[in-house]
């Protein structure tokens, strides 16, 4: 499958049609697939690993903390 891209903008009719103004570029889904998810390196993958972890374990403590305390 590809993908079809303006290196434009797209402009609407008025009968609704879609027209590019400027150059009409088609992509393959591992272009798309790289400029929309470019790769992570492995530090990068840890760090946003750890983040989770970490407010995981802070929601957890905050929702035993609020179910422990007497009101």
Excluded: Y
């Excluded at 008025?14 to 470019?38: H, N, S, Y």
């Excluded at 750890?50 to 905050?62: C, E, M």
């Amino acid at each position: 499958m590809n993908f079809l891209g303006c290196d434009g903008i797209w402009l609407l009719n008025a009968d609704g049609t879609t027209v590019c103004q400027g150059q009409l570029k088609t992509f393959t889904v591992q272009e798309m697939r790289d400029f929309l998810t470019p790769a992570m390196t492995t530090a990068q993958k840890a760090e946003i690993s750890g983040a989770l972890l970490t407010l995981l374990v802070a929601v957890w403590v905050f929702k035993k903390m609020r179910t422990t305390i007497p009101h």
